[in-house]
DNA sequence: ACAATCAATAAGGAAATTTTATTGATGCTG
DNA sequence: CAGCATCAATAAAATTTCCTTATTGATTGT
């Protein structure tokens, strides 16, 4: 006799397949997540119904056309998050220096990812023995801050020379369009700003009534007057925020801009190294944003 | 080119896996985790080194007579204790009904397992709707309320019949020895307890001088009068603590007990047998006590 | 020095998982 | 309504992975 019946909670599974779950709960679809997870479908397929066999639960409810969570699937998959988000942790402690350090990160604030401060946290719990300081702030300004050597490293977008590109961040049209017949009110940075002209030119490409109304100064500015709906503006991704409407198909096609991050040219710092891989790995997990 | 090399910090390893470290580390030795996970010495060999590859850190020095965690084995392996803590949870939670309900629970106070409360905690966070109440005492009180209705299921010694028996505990000799030349001073509790005859019986059973002491009305109290030194007592191996000296070898030796599940003769209560399950498979993980 | 114990390693075999290919079911489109 | 496309389940073969047996080298205790 064995004693597999003898460990009623006890879970022996791959992560591999704690992974594609939560690939098909977020993919909502197994064809999906199989890519996403870099495998078959059948075999995702499989690895689903071992699991829910092994748990004597289904985790979706899936006929040939919907999926969705069953209530225990959605219970399961929360603590699959929370043991792979361990699991990764903790091979980055495992590598991390032990002497005490310091990392001064620049983040060009309209570039911030959705889930940045997630993201330090888990850093920085990773590396106890590490100060961390996150100044937010536009690119130009962080870049200064980099050469007098009061920053480690710097995200920011294509402003200089000597940036290594990261990943890709679409630009999107959003806020109001104005009624019909009236003329499209643009609300926009204050030079030197990359998307103010990629905007004007993405305009003036194509033949129609517009203007710029607002000039702002700040991140901040332009999106509380896309929320006031004082006009329509170009944002990366990731400054887009609950209450921002995307406008699709209307607006000139626009292209994608690049993160970039900034070393200081002389001294090696390793952990500065260590966070942009750190960082461009997570934000891959996430998919938010497609690397390069 | 594969994309391995594109999550530096992805773990894709075999819970099984973690649990044999985890093993080593319990069992200090490559050997005895393997029995304990019942896999062969060689196998356990394998998937450290694996796993050490894949981290590219060491995580245990071992010569072939000694083994030590290395810093950052420490720190991995604390990252899957808490792994395997919460896949094992995701197992329990799963099953746990979906309906608001109520588990009383009484537990005879010499019984209570060093980390009673750690369990009832995860137990609680499995089970959301599940409002848990535990009562300590002596098993026969707790029987008594659970012939009243006011109890759902009971965890004592053998003083009743219908119970069903979960797991053996040690008995020790505890506290202080006389002077020699000295009779032996027994501290007790009261009527009824069935450690009392045993001590009895077993001080009876060898020709030495001893008498009783102290007659206390509690677990505390014993307890406390074998730190404050006024004799040798009996106690389970869960009731022992930090400051009480364990006797061995000289004084008569001693039979285990067995600690019982009750529950009601009537109804099922299906949380209550859910409970007792959990409670064994954790005791068992935690290898602090021995399933009979 | 010898026996005992421990971990590492090699090699063969066993078991599990993945893939390819196919089927059945469902919704969309003309 | 038929045909098409998409999705998940399944079967069977193939590959990979993992485990076991057997052995070696190293170290400690007697």
Redesign the interface.
Known sequence: MS?AN???????????VL?SLVAVAEEGSFSAAAEKV?RTQSAISLQIAKLEER???KLFDRTSRSLSQT??GE??IG??R??LE??????????AP?EQSMLRVGFAEYLVPQHLHIHLARFKRAHPTCDLNLILGGGADLLNLLDAGELDVVFAGPEASGGKQLWQEPLVWCGQLPATAKPLELILMQEPCSYRSIAISAMEAVASDWKISITANSIQAVQSAIKAGLGVSILPYSALQEDISVIEGVLPELPATSVLSYLPAQEENPLAQRFI??LL??L??TGALH?A
């Open positions: 004693n003898r460990s009623p909670f006890r879970l022996d599974t791959d992560l591999i992974r870099g748990l004597d639960v209530s225990e219970v399961f603590y699959a929370k043991i361990l699991a990764d942790e903790a091979v980055l402690s495992v590598s032990k891989d750190y790995c997570y891959e997990k690397v």
